[in-house]
C-alpha cells in the first residue's frame, strides 16, 4: 500500500505541485515560491519576544486541564493555546503580569491591533478562543469578564480565487498522454476539482 506522496517522488515536477513552467502558463501565472510559504510572512502585528508571565502560564493550564475535561479535540485546544498564550505574550510585554489586571480597555484595543493582522475567519478565532478562555476564568474565579461587553467582530468573508474553465481546460491539457505519470497527474487533478479536497489530503491518502 502507498500513498499520493510516494506516487509523486520519482516525478517532483508533476503538474499538480505547481512546479512545472507548463503548469504555470497553463495557469496564467508564475507564483514565486517564497508566495506560496503562508506561515512565512512577517506578521503586521510581531509577537513581543518577553514569555508569557508565570500568572498567565498557571491560567492558561488551568483552562486547558478545564479542557480536557470537557473532552474537547486536541485541535481546539492547540489553537486556544496558541491564541491565549500570544495574548499573555503581549500582556506581559505591556506590563500586564497576571489576568487579573486586564480589564476591557486593554482587551478592545489588543484586538483592534489584531484585527489588522487577522483577516476574515482568523480574527474570529483569535475572538471566541479569546471569549471561552474569559468565561472560564470568570466561573473559575468568579469575577467578571473584561470580554463581557466587547461586542462580536462583523466577520467579512474574502472570496477564494477559482480557477476558470478554461484554464481548468489547460491544466488538463498539459496531463494528456497514456503514459503512467500522466494518467496518474490526470486522476489526481480530476479528483482535486470534483471533491475539493486540499493537497495535504490528496498526498496522505493511500492508493
Known amino acids: 500500500m502507498t500513498t499520493f506522496a510516494e506516487h509523486l517522488a520519482p516525478s517532483p515536477d508533476v503538474c499538480l505541485a505547481g512546479k512545472s513552467p507548463d503548469f504555470q502558463v497553463a495557469v496564467g501565472t508564475v507564483v514565486p515560491a517564497t508566495a506560496r510559504v503562508q506561515r512565512g510572512r512577517q506578521p503586521v502585528i510581531p ?78 478565532s483569535l475572538y471566541q478562543d479569546l471569549r471561552s478562555f474569559w468565561v472560564w476564568r470568570a466561573d473559575d474565579q468568579d469575577q467578571p469578564s473584561p470580554m463581557e461587553k466587547i461586542a462580536r467582530p462583523a466577520t467579512v468573508v474574502t472570496p477564494v480565487p477559482v480557477l476558470t474553465r478554461d484554464q481548468i481546460e489547460a491544466i488538463l491539457k498539459v496531463c494528456e498522454g497514456r503514459g503512467f505519470e500522466q494518467l496518474r497527474n490526470r486522476a489526481i487533478v480530476l479528483l482535486l476539482f470534483e471533491s475539493g479536497m486540499r493537497r495535504a489530503e490528496l498526498a496522505a491518502l493511500d492508493v
Not at 492558561?60 to 485541535?75: D, I, N, T
Not at 481546539?76 to 503580569?97: E, F, K, M, P
Request: proline content about 5%; some cysteine.
Open 47 to 124: 509577537t513581543p519576544p518577553e514569555d508569557a508571565s508565570a500568572a498567565w502560564a498557571y491560567a492558561w493550564r488551568g483552562f486547558e486541564l478545564a479542557m480536557k475535561l470537557a473532552k474537547r479535540s486536541p485541535c481546539t485546544i492547540s489553537n486556544r493555546r496558541c491564541n491565549v498564550l500570544i495574548t499573555a505574550r503581549h500582556a506581559t510585554a505591556d506590563g500586564i503580569n497576571d489576568p487579573h489586571q486586564v480589564d476591557k480597555t486593554w482587551l478592545a484595543d489588543y484586538l483592534v491591533r489584531q484585527q489588522a493582522d487577522r483577516k476574515g475567519i482568523g480574527f474570529t
